[in-house]
């Protein structure tokens, strides 16, 4: 067998916004192939696992310090997003996708 897809196979995935509309749909489509053995998706509130190799972790995105020995896999995707609508304002819009210390700074 090819060493180069062996390495491919039983794979690790984190995902950081795992529960808005992309989030939810890369949750599901990872948790259906046969190449991730583990998905981990780091959440602001507690979320249902819809499969045994879905890991939620509630985590506070403003101390990732707290959280950061989680952040171990073989490949990480970021779904961060949000609508100006739902964040309802600018500066909290540019929190969600940004990062609190990167708003501060500007």
Not at 20 to 27: E, R
Not at 57 to 71: A, R
Request: contains cysteine; charged residues 35%.
């Amino acid at each position: 067998m090819n060493t180069n897809y062996q390495l491919l196979k039983n794979m690790k995935a984190l995902i950081i916004g795992a529960t808005g509309a992309t989030g939810k749909d890369l949750v599901q489509k990872l948790s259906q192939d046969k190449d991730f053995e583990e998905i981990h998706a780091f959440v602001r509130k507690p979320v249902e696992s819809t499969s045994e190799k879905v890991k939620f972790h509630v985590v506070n995105f403003e101390k990732p310090e707290e959280w950061k020995d989680l952040v171990k896999g073989d490949v990480a995707f970021s779904c961060l997003g949000t609508t100006l609508k739902d964040a309802g304002s600018k500066e909290a819009q540019r929190k969600v996708e940004i990062g609190r210390a990167t708003c501060r700074e500007r």
